[in-house]
Each structure stands twice: as C-alpha cells, then as structure tokens.
C-alpha cells in the first residue's frame, strides 16, 4: 500500500533496494574467499580495481571473455537446484580465456530477476565465488538487477565477464602443424550448451526432473545439472610445462566445430573415435531422439570438454602431467595437413 503522506516509493513499484543491499551483506565472505594476489578492493564500490604488477605481470596484454549458462538455467529454477549454476557460468567463461593462454584474474557477474529472492541469488553467486576459487580468480565486482515485469516469477538470468592476462607474445594458439597429437580431456557431462535439445529429449522420453535419472545415481534433473568442469589450472600447468601449441574448449558445436577455430590455414584432424567411450548421458540422448553420429559430434562435447594441440615429443609427458592434475586423458587422433576434421571408427 502507499503512503500517503510520503508519496509511492520505489518498493511499490516492485524494486526492493533493502533486499538489494542484504545480498551484498550475505556474499561479501564468499567473494573474501576468492580473494588472490592483484585484488585491491571488496565488493560494494562503483568499479572494482585489480593491480596487474602485484599478480606477477611484468608485460602482459590483458584477454576477456564473456558467456552465460543457456537454457540449463531453466531446469535449476524449475527444480529449485541452483548451486552449481555459478560454477557453470564462471567454468564457461574462464575454460575460454585459458584457450588463448591466459592465467584468468578476476571475475565478474550479472544477476537479472523480476523480484529479488535473497536467498536463492545467493546460493547462485556462492556457486559463483566456489568456481572463481578453484580457477584462481577473484570474484571483485557484479551486477544485481531487480526488474520488475521483465521477467516471470521466480525467473532469473545470469551473464558473467572475466579477465585474464598473459606476458606479451605468449598467446596460444602457435606453433600448430601436420603431426601433433590432440589430448583429450574428460567432460563432467553436457557441461551447459545444448540445453535446448537436451530439454526437448527429455519431453520426448516421457520423464520428469525428478524421475530416477536412466544412467546414473540421482534425479534427472539433478546429474543434468552437473556442473562444467573448471579446466583451467590444469591447462595453465601444461602450458608452463612447454610443449602445447594450442587448446580448444568443446562448447556447442562440439568437436566438429570448435577443434577447427585453433588450427592455421591448411591444417586439419584425425580422431579416432574408439579413443574413448561415450558417457551414460550422452548415449541416453542419441537413443531417446534417434541421433545420428554426425549430429552428436557438432552439438555436444560427448565426453571430451577441452583439447590440448601438443608437439608429439611432449605428448607422453603432458598427458602424465594432466593426470597427474586429476584429468581424465585420452590420445584422440592427430594434426593432419589438408581441412576439416576427419573422424574414424565409431563413436560409443
């Protein structure tokens, strides 16, 4: 109700600037946590500094990335499932920047949602800080947008921004030629693209998000929530070791398409696709819709979530290196000269 004696007010427009401000009060000590060598200021300013030479960097030339988590958001807000969402946001953002050769530095969100839930953003931007301290990026500034009539009940939308940096003339991809090996590292699952077709399968099974899920322990909503796999310090390791010439996130349009966008003019692949076997998920879904290979390898990851371009000399001690570092590694195939990608054998 208004009052009369004071006028309306900005809450009877539906904005609530005290929910605004406990939010920032409830993750202040998450965003602490991220805390890292270069942060110069806590959340609540209005921008967030970072000191280059204090993280180490002498020449550096700064890389940014930019992404969101797709239509996975619509079955954590309709399951009510919302902390690995964070993870996937920043895990989208920062799996990029490490592509390029980049140490990602710091992190930043965008929260959107018709009314504020204080407790249901939270849980989000704890997810997000939790993938901010396992990538070594500070989480040092954000965005809450509360925008009444732009969004459904209980809707929300996120969009996440890092920064990383690396001394000059160490961008990747270099190097790149006929004869080195792919390593490919394991995925967690469908990681968060593709989510329009994952959902559209789901409809076509019959079964709801809290059904037993078909090929693993727990609901299905739940292990299709499975958060994306932080790649980054990892990769940072094999590119310090020496030896890698380039690294490929897989996102939406798979191997097919992203291998493609870190290989040079006249360069092209060979995968042997019994290199690996097919996750549960996946092979779920190429059943429930009728999907052809072909289709699988240009929208999913299908088991592989990053590659690593690596001369073959080093490649025996890289991949000991990445398993060494918790990755699960397989030898796909080969740089080939000529274009495209060339599968062999079977994928299952």
């Known amino acids: 109700m208004t009052d009369s004696k004071n006028g309306i007010t900005y809450a009877d427009a539906g904005v609530d600037i005290d929910a605004g401000n406990a939010l920032v009060e409830r993750i202040k000590p998450a965003a602490k946590r991220t805390n890292r060598p270069g942060t110069m200021s806590g959340l609540g300013g209005f921008g967030a500094l970072f000191d280059l030479k204090a993280a ?42 490490v592509c390029q050769g980049a140490e990602p530095l710091f992190f930043l969100d965008y929260f959107a949602t018709g009314k504020l839930d204080t407790d249901s953003a939270a849980r989000v931007i704890e997810g997000i800080a939790e993938g901010c301290v396992r990538s070594g990026c500070a989480l040092i500034g954000g965005e809450t947008a509360e925008m009444p009539g732009m969004y459904p009940a209980g809707d929300f939308d996120l969009a996440g921004f890092a920064v990383g940096a690396m001394e000059r003339r160490q961008d990747l991809p270099r190097e790149v030629s006929a004869g080195d090996v792919l390593l490919g590292l394991g995925s967690d699952g469908v990681h968060s693209n593709g989510y329009s077709l994952v959902r559209k399968l789901v409809e076509i099974s019959g079964l709801g998000w809290e059904a037993d899920c078909p090929w693993a322990e727990g609901s299905l909503g739940e292990v299709l929530l499975t958060p994306t796999r932080l790649y980054v310090k990892p990769a940072l390791a094999a590119v310090r070791a020496g030896g890698v010439h380039a690294l490929a996130h897989i996102t939406g349009g798979g191997l097919t398409e992203n291998l493609p966008r870190v290989l040079p003019e006249g360069c092209g692949a060979t995968i042997d696709l019994h290199s690996w076997a097919l996750p549960g998920v996946f092979g779920w879904m190429a059943q429930t819709g009728g999907m052809q290979a072909a289709e699988m390898l240009k929208t999913f990851n299908c088991g592989i979530g990053m590659v690593l371009v690596v001369a073959a000399d080093r490649a025996p001690a890289l991949a000991d290196l990445l398993r060494a570092e918790g990755e699960t590694v397989v030898t796909l195939g080969t740089v080939t000269e000529g274009q495209g990608i060339r599968y062999e054998g079977q994928l299952g």
């Open 56 to 97: 180490g960097y002498s020449d550096p030339v700064l890389v940014a990335a930019t992404d969101g988590v797709g239509t996975k958001l619509r079955i954590a807000i309709d399951t009510g499932h919302l902390d690995g969402v964070g993870i996937d946001l920043v895990a989208m953002c920062v799996n990029d920047l």
